[in-house]
């Protein structure tokens, strides 16, 4: 797969700099990067508005690392939400290529696109998107249920996913009888269910107190290290910098900075299982 030399910039310096000074790459200098989990490579996307075409993502190039946690920064309306939506197979670019664990979405049909979402995306929402005749239970169990899980081993994955989000007394409750945070914590469960290769979270923590929030992301930050996934993180709030393993610095549409941290994310012991959550 051919991948724009500005959206690699796996080397860039720990500090804020212009996307497009990414530093070369050198066949000798090291092996090569494992294969990222994203790729967005001349992306561009605009909305119709009546008679009028707005712009909102123009020349996107950008490399999603696997196994690491990606912050997009930037203020309301800089197109973090439509980066987003690409990523996650939501949408199509008007022009350019969006690689996902390998495949051009662009060969896929609408329903290909959706089967292969289900497969390899999860989904954080904002506003927790929860069903609200579900148990918190049934809500994290739902998508397993779509996939054909059998039922014995889909209780053993939501009761140890309950386990790790601290939610094992909850697990009967109703998404009306949880707190924000509660409910955030069940839909990161619901999107690690299916353990999928890349996470999408869209401003999680914007409906939350800042205490809450921080928590969420904390616990974000340890389920993706645990998984060894890519999450993706859209904010527009500067104190979720520290956690990011990558930042993608956006505005008006044109990534107008990367950091990238030279050391990879903590190796884990063990890594769970097929059966394991």
């Not at 690491?68 to 203020?75: I, K, S």
């Not at 990161?188 to 999680?204: S, T, Y």
């Not at 527009?236 to 505005?251: E, G, N, P, T």
Request: net charge neutral; glycine share 8%.
């Amino acid at each position: 797969m051919s991948v724009p030399a500005s959206a690699v910039a796996s080397g860039a310096p720990a500090t804020l700099a212009p996307a497009t000074h990414a530093a070369p790459l050198h066949a000798s200098a090291s092996p090569a990067p494992p294969e990222p989990v994203a790729v967005l490579a001349g992306v561009h996307k605009a909305y119709q508005m009546d008679d009028v075409s707005v712009p909102v993502l123009q020349g996107i190039d950008l490399l999603v690392r696997p196994g690491h946690f990606t912050v997009v920064l930037g203020p309301s309306g800089s197109g973090k939400t439509t980066m987003l939506n690409l990523l996650g197979c939501i949408d199509r670019p008007d022009q350019g290529q969006v690689t996902v664990a390998g495949t051009d979405i662009g060969t896929l049909n609408d329903d290909q696109l959706a089967d292969f979402r289900a497969a390899n995306i999860g989904f954080i929402f904002q506003s927790f998107n929860l069903i609200p005749v579900l148990s918190t239970f049934e809500n994290i169990e739902y998508p397993l249920v779509l996939a054909g899980m059998e039922p014995a081993r889909r209780a053993r994955r939501v009761t140890k996913l309950l386990e790790l989000v601290g939610l094992s007394d909850r697990a009967k409750n109703l998404p009306g009888q949880l707190s924000g945070g509660q409910r955030q914590r069940v839909a990161i469960a619901r999107a690690l269910a299916r353990k999928p290769r890349l996470v999408i979270a869209d401003e999680p923590t914007a409906n939350l107190d800042s205490r809450t929030g921080e928590a969420i992301l904390t616990l974000m930050r340890m389920m993706q290290v645990r998984y060894r996934i890519s999450f993706v993180f859209s904010s527009h709030d500067r104190s979720v910098l520290k956690a990011a393993d990558d930042l993608i610095l956006l505005r008006d549409g044109v990534i107008r900075a990367v950091r990238r941290k030279a050391a990879p994310p903590p190796p884990l012991d063990t890594v769970p299982g097929e059966d394991e959550a």
